[in-house]
């Protein structure tokens, strides 16, 4: 039996940000590809069949995790596996190292990337957690959007049609960690809570930032966590008509799984 | 469309459909069949081979993406005999049927690589990735340990 995908398509390296952006702009049928790994099984499945494939996972301006004044840049074709193992990034936000680290697997880490998890926004994802919680300013061809403005539900983002991702700036914490329960075939966060802490300035939430994935139809702030923190109180259960309910889980065990994560990650406070 | 890529250490080309996978390049056009394809949802590592030195999954990976890359399959990996984890796979009864194996290996080549000396929960976190059917887990990561002692010096 051939393993080919079904659909044929044409395949392109990009030159340049500003080419992929043109090749996107020109064919609405055509996809970048970076890591490929939700755009490739996606294909498999049948899901989506793009009539070309515009790869940019080669582009070096694309690629790095660089220490700025008061934020990490990370690249939008920088692979999982090299955000989780850089020891800068692990001092400085270590929550964020953590969460590339529980990404799927070590295979998947070897290739898939930060652009590509943010541009797909799955509601089971980790990285929108990571842009929600730090602050992320999402940095495309053509403009800055904050990650308060990005994520708009399933598989939905601010981003146009034709826009390409080319890196993220995660604004540096006092302190974060990232706790998640993995499904344990697929990796995906069945519970994946980031937790983040900045200097409180007369904030309502004492500067604490909590983003939930996995549990619902998309990342969200829980709130009433982030006030629980900074009160000293007990969290409340997860109050959501949105909570997932699938054969993976029932709604109930989500939210319980909710709490348990927040817990897990603020043990490393 | 045309790609170039080292495999196994030895240059080779080929001209195929875009739409061709990796591990479809390497079994139907390389030949080596070694690598395996045991599912369709990216999950079981049964095609895991190395890329650039990396364990990937082959299913999901286009043999384009692979061109001006240095790509090692199950058949590339002993240079003298059996690589010291075919060995121990072979002296653990690390393997049943064998499906799963060559993914195993190649994961756990570069499980080592990167970590010499993994304990039991490492390699199993390291290996999750791979799936197998047979074996219950417990002789793999034996195998992977005993690998580690060979390769670090020591005698199993």
């Given at each position: 039996m051939e393993d080919l995908l079904v659909y044929a398509f044409k395949y392109q390296r990009?030159?340049?940000?500003?080419?992929?952006?043109?090749?996107?702009?020109?064919?609405?049928?055509?996809k970048?590809l970076?890591g490929g790994m939700?755009l490739l099984p996606s294909m498999k499945h049948r899901?989506i069949a793009p009539n070309a494939l515009i790869d940019?996972a080669?582009?070096?301006?694309?690629?790095?995790?660089?220490?700025?004044?008061?934020?990490?840049?990370?690249?939008?074709?920088?692979?999982?596996?090299?955000?989780?193992?850089?020891?800068?990034?692990?001092?400085?936000?270590?929550?964020?190292?953590?969460?590339?680290?529980?990404?799927?697997?070590?295979?998947?880490?070897?290739r898939?990337?930060?652009?590509?998890?943010?541009?797909?926004?799955?509601?089971?994802?980790?990285?929108?957690?990571?842009?929600?919680?730090?602050?992320?300013?999402?940095?495309?061809?053509?403009?800055?959007?904050?990650?308060?403005?990005?994520?708009?539900?399933?598989?939905?983002?601010?981003?146009?049609?034709?826009?390409?991702?080319?890196?993220?700036?995660?604004?540096?914490?006092?302190?974060?960690?990232?706790?998640?329960?993995?499904?344990?075939?697929?990796?995906?966060?069945?519970?994946?809570?980031?937790?983040?802490?900045?200097?409180?300035?007369?904030?309502?939430?004492?500067?604490?930032?909590?983003?939930?994935?996995?549990?619902?139809?998309?990342?969200?702030?829980?709130?009433?966590?982030?006030?629980?923190?900074?009160?000293?109180?007990?969290?409340?259960?997860?109050?959501?008509?949105?909570?997932?309910?699938?054969?993976?889980?029932?709604?109930?065990?989500?939210?319980?799984?909710?709490?348990?994560?927040?817990?897990?990650?603020?043990?490393?406070? | 469309m045309k790609l170039n890529l080292t495999l196994n250490?030895?240059p080779r080309s080929a001209d195929v459909p875009e739409r061709t996978l990796l591990a479809d390049l390497l079994r139907d056009t390389f030949g080596m069949t070694g690598t395996h394809v045991g599912c369709d949802?990216t999950?079981?590592?049964c095609c895991t081979v190395h890329v650039?030195?990396?364990?990937v999954k082959s299913c999901t990976m286009l043999a384009v993406q692979a061109d001006g890359c240095t790509v090692t399959t199950?058949?590339?990996?002993?240079?003298?005999?059996?690589?010291?984890?075919?060995?121990?796979?072979?002296?653990?009864?690390?393997?049943?049927?064998?499906?799963?194996?060559?993914?195993?290996?190649?994961?756990?080549?570069?499980?080592?690589?990167?970590?010499?000396?993994?304990?039991?929960?490492?390699?199993?976190?390291?290996?999750?990735?791979?799936?197998?059917?047979?074996?219950?887990?417990?002789?793999?990561?034996?195998?992977?340990?005993?690998?580690?002692?060979?390769?670090?010096?020591?005698?199993?």
């Amino acid at each position: 039996m051939e393993d080919l995908l079904v659909y044929a398509f044409k395949y392109q390296r990009a030159e340049s940000v500003s080419a992929a952006a043109a090749a996107l702009g020109a064919d609405d049928a055509a996809k970048v590809l970076s890591g490929g790994m939700t755009l490739l099984p996606s294909m498999k499945h049948r899901l989506i069949a793009p009539n070309a494939l515009i790869d940019l996972a080669r582009l070096p301006e694309l690629i790095g995790v660089r220490e700025q004044a008061d934020h990490w840049w990370v690249g939008a074709a920088t692979r999982h596996q090299d955000v989780a193992a850089h020891a800068g990034l692990q001092q400085a936000i270590p929550g964020l190292a953590q969460l590339a680290g529980l990404i799927g697997d070590p295979q998947v880490r070897a290739r898939g990337t930060l652009g590509g998890s943010l541009a797909n926004n799955d509601p089971s994802a980790d990285y929108p957690s990571a842009a929600l919680a730090l602050q992320a300013q999402i940095i495309t061809d053509r403009r800055t959007i904050d990650a308060d403005d990005f994520f708009l539900g399933m598989f939905a983002t601010a981003l146009q049609a034709d826009e390409i991702i080319t890196g993220v700036r995660f604004r540096t914490p006092q302190r974060c960690a990232y706790a998640k329960f993995k499904h344990p075939a697929s990796g995906y966060a069945m519970a994946g809570v980031f937790v983040a802490q900045y200097a409180a300035a007369g904030a309502a939430n004492g500067g604490w930032r909590v983003a939930v994935t996995g549990v619902a139809n998309g990342v969200f702030r829980w709130h009433d966590a982030e006030q629980a923190l900074a009160q000293g109180t007990t969290t409340p259960a997860l109050q959501r008509d949105d909570v997932i309910d699938d054969v993976h889980a029932p709604a109930a065990y989500r939210t319980h799984l909710a709490l348990q994560m927040l817990a897990q990650a603020c043990q490393a406070f | 469309m045309k790609l170039n890529l080292t495999l196994n250490g030895t240059p080779r080309s080929a001209d195929v459909p875009e739409r061709t996978l990796l591990a479809d390049l390497l079994r139907d056009t390389f030949g080596m069949t070694g690598t395996h394809v045991g599912c369709d949802t990216t999950q079981c590592g049964c095609c895991t081979v190395h890329v650039d030195g990396q364990a990937v999954k082959s299913c999901t990976m286009l043999a384009v993406q692979a061109d001006g890359c240095t790509v090692t399959t199950i058949e590339g990996l002993g240079a003298d005999g059996l690589h010291p984890v075919q060995q121990a796979f072979s002296q653990c009864h690390g393997l049943q049927c064998g499906f799963c194996t060559p993914g195993m290996v190649m994961a756990s080549v570069d499980l080592l690589r990167r970590n010499p000396t993994p304990t039991a929960d490492q390699i199993a976190e390291g290996l999750s990735g791979n799936l197998c059917r047979c074996t219950g887990y417990v002789n793999i990561i034996r195998a992977v340990q005993q690998a580690s002692q060979t390769m670090q010096g020591d005698a199993p």
